[in-house]
């Protein structure tokens, strides 16, 4: 089964939130392994945005992510979105741990082991993003990644934990990480993560497009999206390349299991 996500960051206003998602789904309705489950999507708008993408995605199978999440599930934090608000609206996926929110907002270890708790407790599949900030072997980033991971889960275990490997110095580049580099480290953050016994969806994230996942090969489960998703022919590209799929269209509205 494969996933691809697609974060929208700030680069779209409200209006063009909406053209993106309805493009989207006219696209997605003609391939069926999103219908029948075979590859899972996500879509994670600005939070304003997501009361009115919950209508939209209603009764379809594409899942409504967020972009982030407040540690604390309610109290005095100005400005702040929490977990159970973000799960009544109908999120399902929730990103944690962005390089931008380390290195724009100052969070921390700690503060992204708080997040992810949060996403836990509120029934959220956590998103964990983890990455390098400078070029290295992938050797070296290997155990940066594992690292961020094993400080992040804490004693949390969800039942479902997506992470999206994205070294930083891929992200807006003009070209992603190099497809030998990508399979290396994503194999072997999978293969230290079969401990924690519970279902890991691994993900490439970084000027990732289409083309892409056929050179990764088995060695990830799909892509994380920014900016090469928001042409609706290149999101429905990767979404085909993800898995096999039929010639019969399937209408996402009429039948369609969440």
Known sequence: MGVVALSL???LGHERTLE???????????VPAVGDGRVRVAILPSFLSIPALAQ????T???LGAQDLCQADHGPYTGEVSGPELARFGVSVVEV????RRFIYGESDEM????LAAAARNGLIPLLCVGGTDRATSVVATAECIQQVTSALGESRPD??????????AVRAPEPAPADHVREVCEAIRASLTYLGLPVVLLYGGSAGPGLLTRLGNAVDGLFLGRFGHD????EAVVCESAPQDDQPVDLHEGAVR
Not at 112 to 115: F, P, Q, S
């Open 9 to 11: 960051k700030m680069y």
């Open 160 to 169: 479902e934990l997506w992470i999206a490997y994205e070294p930083w110095w």
């Open 112 to 115: 992204v082991r708080d997040k």
């Open 61 to 63: 199978p594409i899942l």
């Open 232 to 235: 609706p022919a290149a999101f």
């Open 97 to 100: 741990g962005h390089a931008e």
């Open 56 to 59: 939209r995605l209603n009764s």
């Open 20 to 30: 993106l998602v309805d493009a989207v789904l006219a696209r997605l309705a003609r």
